[in-house]
């Protein structure tokens, strides 16, 4: 015997003492899915018998089971369930999470029940209980189906119980395996002429019958469907022959449909019910009138027909009339049909007696996007991941499409105004609040970003709260930040802490056939967006702080604009967001090389000369102070080393003279992310701002290594050897393929692993780290917090691109950002 049960929804054994509900549970759902009254009772009462705690154990039960609903996971109650009070909580708690209540009665003879009771020891209740159970079941039966439970099985005696098999259903709203490509079409109301024009702009071939009316429209050459929000009647010339047009594409599964509001008073005159003929519907009724009655009943039958909204693409899809909140997604009940039909109101009425529609689409911040109609705009307009279509064809605007998964938007012009709106539809130049919301960074915080998954804790949050709250770019611009960077595992190279072979190893460990070996510059990072017209061009810092100030910011961001003039031509793009090196270092940094670098090299360089003064008195007098004098001599040496490391990155700037940019990669454009593109792509496009503005851009010099060949190798490690012997930092070697790269298991891999150079690296771990004995204690550093720390934040990096190019909200782009200033807040070594 086969038990349809919805994917979703809220299950309730029913039964009494001993008919095997608890077996019955454990054969077909995982124990994590059922809630026994039994367990709750011992859970507040450390007695499972106790009957005085039932009121408290279900109050706890129902609980759990809204907690489990809500996060969209099927429940079943195991309990008795016998009494109307205590079904009707269930319910309740059901409707409270829009899911279908169940009940599955399980019927065994009475004596059995019994007998199975008395073999339990934890049951000691009389036989006159079983029996008003039973007789309590028996009332029962006919009064599921009138107290809310839309599906009913009951299963009779133990043959019965025993053959049953349990197949889940979906929703008819659930079409999340249907991947289109979907052309979804705004608010039709009635304007045939129109909807046939942006179907053959869209590539549909119409199908006209013998009278040449449209009566279905193919996608040639590629299996396409048409999705309609609704409201395909009222106000315009010729409804039927809209209907006639959508119900055959319909039918030929061709397209889908949701219904708008004028469908659903359509059906219910249809239907014979008394309802109020205005907006539009008496036009409607009186062209119905020319049509046969088959013709009307199949109308009446396509719309009872119709599903509230429909879920689709895996979940990133869903269509419905007026919109739709998160929490109603892939839900079914009264109310959430009455928001996709209706949307919500503020209750209140405007100066032309509509109501005023509340803003949910301004609150909206789940990851499917949702496409609607009913309110009429202008444009239509990204907001939170949500677009309205109604562009008021019937009022003389346009009729618009939305391509999906490309987002284009395709529209044909209004012949004419068919009908007046009652509020007219003005154009506003406002621009919608799509920022970051408190709600949406504070506290601690789980991220499902695509490439893994991340928490951020409540005190990292406030951290890149204060950050971005008080030192940041405006969040419309800041939307990448760069990830730290892992050093390479530490080398057993003699008098080398970091060395190429570490590098290479790495990378070919993690499944790397090829790298490109690039000059690491000792700069300050530097994010640079520049537009064609210079509205939002930003340059900030790895913290996401603006550079400089606007009186340097804004005539570098200038010449970059310049140099990059060609590019936005040739990439087809209006602005471009470019990941590079400022240098010289100490433009940026020369308080910290002040403060932090060369006050150690000052201290040094005047106490050590005074000692080896004193030594030298000292050794005058006859006293062997030789093993003292030759460490103050090392120390000497060492000092100029460290003070020879850090004045190689100092050079004088005067303004924007001596300040030069090195990029290394183009990061995105308009509606695309170069994160897939190799890095020879990226670095010939770098070359290309260099040749541009050389006295600005400064090249990136590299190497192309086969990890196969030790000869590349080999000439590599002598090209590091030559650039740190001049005092360069080092190098960073990268998967040639490019930003994305992953290893053989398909996750994301280090975006790049840095080796720096054995001078360089006195400034980050002191003037004497080369000694044999401190070289042994650095070698067993610890970099797996820095490898993960790197790792996260370039795949919230990359999520953040993916997310620009996709077009999605502004906020979802931030809290990524906003993730990756979090996680540099957390302790790590910083001389990793």
Not at 587 to 604: D, E, H, M, P, T
Request: hydrophobic share 40%; proline share 6%.
């Amino acid at each position: 015997m086969i038990l349809d049960v919805p994917e979703l929804s809220l299950v309730a054994l029913v039964g009494i003492s001993g008919s095997g509900k608890s077996t019955f549970a454990g054969r077909h759902w995982k124990p994590t899915q059922v809630l026994s009254s039994d367990f709750f009772r011992g859970l507040v009462a450390d007695d499972e018998n106790d009957q005085s705690a039932s009121g408290d154990a279900f109050e706890v039960l129902h609980y759990v089971a809204g907690k489990r609903l809500a996060a969209g996971r099927l429940t079943v109650v195991d309990a008795t369930n016998l009494q109307a009070h205590a079904r009707a909580g269930l319910v309740k708690v059901a409707r409270e999470h829009d899911v279908l209540p169940v009940a599955i009665v399980l019927d065994v003879p009475e004596p059995l029940a019994w007998e199975r009771t008395e073999a339990r020891p934890d049951r000691t209740f009389d036989r006159r209980v079983l029996s008003r159970m039973s007789r309590d079941l028996r009332r029962s039966l006919g009064q599921l189906a009138k107290e809310g439970f839309r599906k009913i099985h009951v299963l009779r005696g133990v043959d019965e119980i025993a053959a049953a098999e349990i197949r889940y259903e979906k929703l008819f709203n659930d079409k999340r395996d249907e991947h289109g490509p979907f052309d979804i079409i705004g608010d039709v109301h009635g304007c045939r002429s129109e909807l046939e024009s942006l179907l053959e702009k869209l590539g549909w071939e119409i199908v006209r019958d013998d009278a040449g009316r449209p009566v279905d429209a193919v996608f040639p050459g590629e299996a396409r469907t048409a999705v309609f929000v609704g409201d395909l009647v009222d106000r315009g010339p010729d409804s039927p022959g809209v209907l006639r047009l959508v119900m055959g594409m319909v039918a030929a599964g061709h397209a889908i449909c949701v219904p708008g509001n004028h469908e659903q008073k359509l059906a219910r005159k249809l239907n014979g019910r008394n309802v109020q003929l205005t907006h539009g519907l008496p036009e409607t009724l009186a062209q119905l009138e020319a049509e046969p009655a088959e013709f009307v009943s199949e109308v009446r039958s396509f719309i009872d027909g119709l599903v509230s909204h429909y879920v689709l693409d895996d979940g990133k899809l869903v269509v419905a009339h007026a919109g739709l909140k998160e929490a109603y997604h892939g839900r079914a009940s009264g109310r959430v049909r009455s928001f996709a039909l209706y949307g919500e109101t503020t209750g209140e009425t405007d100066e032309y007696g509509l109501p005023v529609r509340y803003p949910w689409a301004r609150e909206y911040r789940g990851s499917a996007a949702v496409v609607y109609g009913h309110v009429p705009t202008p444009v239509p307009e990204w907001i939170n991941n949500t677009i309205c279509l109604d562009t008021g064809c019937v009022f003389g605007g346009s009729l618009t499409a939305l391509r999906w998964p490309s987002r284009e938007l395709v529209a044909v012009p209004a012949a004419k105004e068919y009908y007046e709106p009652v509020r007219p539809i003005f154009t506003t130049t406002a621009k919608p609040d799509e920022g970051l919301d408190i709600a949406d960074v504070t506290g601690r915080r789980h991220i499902d970003y695509g490439y893994g998954r991340t928490t951020v804790p409540a005190e990292n949050a406030a951290a890149a709260l204060e950050v971005m709250g008080r030192f940041s770019v405006d969040p419309e611009a800041l939307v990448w930040l760069p990830p730290t960077m892992a050093p390479c595992t530490s080398s057993s190279v003699e008098g080398y802490l970091e060395h190429p072979s570490s590098a290479f190893a790495d990378l070919r460990a993690a499944d790397v056939d090829r790298v490109v070996c690039e000059e690491k510059h000792m700069g300050s990072r530097a994010v640079v967006r520049v537009s064609v017209t210079g509205a939002g061009d930003a340059i900030w810092t790895r913290t996401g702080r603006p550079f400089f100030g606007p009186e340097r910011d804004e005539p570098l961001l200038a010449r970059v604009r310049a140099a990059a003039a060609p590019l936005f031509t040739e990439l087809a793009t209006d602005w471009l967001l470019i990941d590079a090196e400022l240098l010289p270092w100490s433009a940026k940094a020369g308080s910290l090389i002040r403060n932090q670098y060369a006050a150690v090299g000052a201290a040094a360089r005047a106490a050590l000369p005074a000692a080896r003064s004193v030594l030298e008195r000292v050794s005058g007098r006859g006293l062997d102070v030789t093993a003292l004098r030759d460490r103050l001599q090392l120390r000497s040496a060492e000092i100029d080393g460290y003070t020879a490391a850090y004045r190689a990155y100092v050079k004088p700037t005067d303004g924007l003279d001596g300040v030069t940019l090195a990029p290394f990669a183009i990061l995105a454009g308009t509606g695309v992310s170069y994160a897939t593109k190799d890095h020879d792509w990226h670095l010939a496009l770098a070359d290309r701002l260099v040749s541009a503005d050389p006295q600005l851009f400064t090249p990136t010099r590299r190497m192309i290594v086969d990890l196969a060949d030790p000869a590349a190798e080999s000439a590599a490690t002598e090209w590091w050897l030559t650039l740190t012997g001049a005092g360069g930092e080092g190098m960073v070697v990268k998967p040639w393929v490019g930003l994305g790269a992953t290893g053989g298991d398909g996750r994301l891999i280090q975006p790049g692993v840095k080796c720096r150079g054995r001078e360089y690296l006195r400034i980050i771990y002191g003037p004497e780290y080369t000694r044999p004995d401190q070289l042994d204690r650095l070698r067993q550093r610890n970099l797996g917090r820095k490898r993960a720390l790197a790792l996260r934040e370039h795949g919230l990096g990359l999520a953040a691109l993916d997310r620009l190019a996709e077009g999605a909200p502004a906020w979802r782009v931030h809290e990524l950002v906003f993730a990756i200033l979090a996680a540099e807040s957390e302790p790590v070594d910083p001389r990793l």
